[in-house]
């Protein structure tokens, strides 16, 4: 059973970085694209991108200039960072692999 | 990108009915798609992979079909805990994308 906790800042000011960190327990680490998605406030969902255990990524192409996605297999954690935030970052972000879904990080960005 | 247009955004239906999802591709996905049912204030959950297989622990009322561009999601019974939003997502190609998504409401 594979299950994933995320953990990050939560309230954020424009122009900062958004951090966030998804843990995996269980299952194999190199199973699954591991995959960061995010919900706007009251709308659907958004993929940002994806990374392999091996460090190969892939990014939405509308955020691909402020995204990174990286791995640490040793801790079986994987990271999303996104520069200059504004308002319309503001969503709940889940990190996910395969079936598997963390349990949702509400980001918030306000001066 | 590959669009996926899903439909209706919204339906009202009763305990009991037949409830069918449409989601298409704007170009050929093969069976490269899944359907997800999202709760309030919870993360989505994966009910169908390779647009007709169920997932584990999933109730068999719960169905996926198609191929291609055109694929439904078929619920042969709703039930009380089925009011939710559904999500189709794409993975054939990159950036993978959702569709707009269903809400199921109670009529």
């Known amino acids: 059973q594979v299950q994933l906790q995320q953990w990050g800042a939560g309230l954020l000011k424009p122009s900062e970085t958004l951090s966030l960190t998804c843990a995996v327990y269980?299952?194999?680490?190199?199973?699954?694209?591991w995959t960061w998605i995010r919900q706007p406030p009251g709308k659907g969902l958004e993929w940002i991108g994806e990374?392999?255990?091996?460090?190969?990524?892939n990014y939405n192409p509308s955020l691909e200039s402020r995204v990174t996605i990286s791995i640490d297999t040793s801790k079986k954690q994987f990271s999303l960072k996104v520069t200059s935030v504004t308002a319309a970052d503001t969503a709940v972000y889940y990190c996910?692999?395969?079936?598997?879904w963390g349990q949702g990080t509400m980001v918030t960005v306000s001066s | 990108d590959i669009q996926m247009t899903q439909s209706p955004s919204s339906l009202s239906a009763s305990v009991g009915d037949r409830v069918t999802i449409t989601c298409r591709a704007s170009q050929d996905i093969r069976n490269d798609l899944g359907w997800y049912q999202q709760k309030p204030g919870k993360a989505p959950k994966r009910l169908i992979y390779?647009?007709?297989s169920l997932q584990g622990g999933v109730p068999s009322r719960f169905s996926g079909s198609g191929s291609g561009t055109e694929f439904t999601l078929t619920i042969s019974s709703l039930q009380p805990e089925d009011f939710a939003t559904y999500y189709c997502?794409?993975?054939?190609?990159?950036?993978?994308?959702f569709g707009q998504g269903t809400k199921v409401e109670v009529k």
């Open positions: 996910a692999g395969g079936s598997n």
């Open positions: 990374i392999t255990h091996s460090g190969s990524t």
């Open positions: 997502l794409q993975h054939n190609n990159y950036p993978r994308t």
């Open positions: 269980g299952g194999s680490f190199s199973d699954y694209y």
């Open positions: 390779a647009a007709s």
